[in-house]
């Protein structure tokens, strides 16, 4: 599966929109980007995917570039209750038993 | 409701023992997954199984045991071969078809070893 590169940490404050990057080069044609995030001391918890569409959710939007070679992550209006570490993850859409390698994600602090 | 449940939250051991953590789901799903996480790190694939009596090492097998007798269960025996099992232990679980995607976790166990 492809390598991702997110930022160490951000910050966004609450009611604004919070944007998280995620570069992902060497994505190959049959992997699909996913974000999953993990609030303190809890499991991970997945939010959405897509291949090369741009999806949406209710819990966020998910947008990628036209090369897929990067995506962001979008958080329509942050509340408090979203800061997390979000995980940007690539798989291939035939990956034997879903695994999934987290890397060390973003950490999102949504300030009042 | 369905879901995943880890027990238990919290567990301290003294050095040289093994330890049993729990993880059943009853959501019906063929795979399971356990993952170790360290302060500040992302999760590393111990062992995971795509069916019953069945299962595969993942990227840190060293030290680790499971087992898959049902298919709402795993549970994962860290052993005193482990050198720093000192972590937090998540337990996931999906469909097998490769298109679902989605992983739905436990809320995981602390481990500490005195």
């Known amino acids: 599966d492809a390598k991702t590169t997110q930022p160490t940490s951000m910050d966004c404050a609450e009611g604004r929109a919070a944007n998280l990057p995620c570069n992902h080069s060497?994505?190959?044609?049959?992997?699909?980007v996913y974000w999953y995030r993990q609030i303190h001391s809890q499991g991970p918890q997945y939010i959405i995917h897509?291949?090369?569409n741009n999806e949406t959710n209710e819990m966020a939007s998910l947008i990628i570039t036209e090369d897929r070679k990067s995506s962001t992550l979008i958080l329509p209006h942050a509340t408090l209750r979203d800061t997390a570490v979000y995980y940007c993850i690539v798989r291939a859409k035939n990956n034997a038993g879903n695994m999934l390698t987290f890397g060390g994600g973003t950490r999102l602090m949504v300030k009042p | 409701d369905g879901g995943i449940t880890q027990s238990p939250k919290y567990l301290f051991r003294k050095e040289g023992q093994n330890v049993t953590l729990s993880c059943e789901q009853n959501l019906n799903h063929d795979a399971m997954y356990w993952y170790r996480q360290d302060p500040g790190q992302g999760l590393r694939l111990i062992y995971y199984?795509?069916?019953?009596?069945?299962?595969q090492k993942g990227d840190i097998a060293e030290g680790y045991s499971v087992s898959r007798e049902k298919k709402e269960s795993f549970p994962l025996t860290v052993t005193s071969a482990q050198k720093n099992p000192t972590a937090f232990y998540l337990c996931a679980s999906s469909w097998v078809q490769a298109l679902a995607g989605e992983l739905f976790f436990g809320e995981g166990s602390r481990l500490t070893v005195l």
């Open positions: 199984s795509q069916i019953v009596n069945d299962f």
């Open positions: 060497t994505i190959s044609g049959n992997e699909y």
């Open positions: 897509g291949l090369k």
